[in-house]
């Protein structure tokens, strides 16, 4: 099934050719009717103005034509190739309904300027030696009791900005009781929205000021980790696991902060069963409640912490 978006963009290209090509035709008889001569050795029209200036024009009709609909036809490939891939990412943080189905997009978030400040960091646990996060995730498999550890190293080799950001929200304790609202089998694992009744507001206003983009240093492989966003310099608390190589993503420019080195199996056991239908803009409005009624086999993070990295384990 085609979706609204893809055909719109579809249309818009050949709209696109068809004005393209009418105005080339057009041009080239008028050139022909005001003098000009056409040569058939390079297939081209020259045309004298007014003041005896030679000007050379586009191919004549059947050649134009034949290219642009050639052209057409590889532009409509390319849409229907993006459309129909596992998922095209975009990214944010904390307000609006994600609208682009396929994609990894999170809720827009306030873009930040390229002359903000970064958030000064003065605690020891941001230094180079606090490289490993240690996340435990309850209800895997969508069933209670069911835990299981996923430890993520970071690399601020690869995204300084972003290894800054994920290190306060975890010393923060951002990701507790965070669902993965997002588990799509043959893509990703996406959460990052917090649903704490009392912590949720003061959380999101801390946060909702977004991170300058890193460069894309490392591909999105399989058991990267990598902030999902809407556009540029919109990285705030989103975050996704790379369920498989999705290195496609990497000319988006999504890049990843860290590498999950023990328990990507416990990854791939977080609950899938919904899919995508949460709704990303009423957790942000009315938090887990709405999740724990409408979607309780999610699995979520019971606990995040920071740990040395030589304490590995």
Request: net charge positive; aromatic share 8%; with cysteine.
């Amino acid at each position: 099934m085609i979706s609204s978006s893809s055909a719109a963009a579809r249309m818009t290209a050949l709209f696109t050719t068809a004005a393209v090509m009418a105005v080339s035709r057009r041009k080239v008889h008028r050139g022909f009717r005001n003098g000009g001569t056409h040569s058939p050795s390079n297939m081209v029209a020259v045309v004298k103005g007014k003041d005896g200036r030679e000007t050379t024009l586009l191919p004549p009709p059947p050649a134009r034509i034949a290219t642009l609909f050639c052209l057409s036809l590889v532009i409509v490939a390319c849409l229907r190739w993006h459309r129909q891939a596992p998922g095209s990412i975009r990214r944010g943080g904390i307000s609006i309904i994600d609208d682009e189905k396929d994609g990894i997009t999170t809720t827009a978030a306030v873009a930040a300027k390229k002359d903000d400040p970064i958030i000064a960091i003065n605690d020891k646990q941001l230094e180079d030696d606090w490289n490993i996060i240690q996340f435990v995730f309850g209800n895997l498999d969508g069933e209670v009791g069911h835990e299981g550890k996923v430890i993520v190293r970071l690399h601020p080799e690869w995204a300084p900005i972003g290894v800054r950001r994920i290190k306060e929200l975890t010393m923060d304790s951002f990701w507790d009781n965070c669902r993965a609202f997002r588990v799509l089998p043959n893509f990703v694992v996406q959460l990052g929205i917090n649903g704490d009744e009392k912590e949720r507001r003061a959380l999101f206003e801390k946060y909702k000021r977004a991170i300058l983009d890193d460069p894309v240093k490392r591909s999105n492989e399989r058991g990267t980790v990598t902030f999902a966003m809407s556009g540029p310099n919109t990285r705030t608390t989103q975050i996704f696991f790379n369920k498989i190589d999705n290195s496609r993503l990497d000319d988006e420019m999504f890049a990843p902060f860290g590498k999950v080195v023990a328990g990507m199996e416990n990854v791939d056991r977080i609950y899938s069963g919904y899919g995508e239908l949460p709704d990303q803009g009423r957790i942000a409005d009315q938090g887990n409640s709405y999740l724990d009624t409408n979607f309780p086999k999610l699995s979520y993070v019971k606990s995040a912490k920071l740990i040395h990295s030589s304490n590995q384990g």
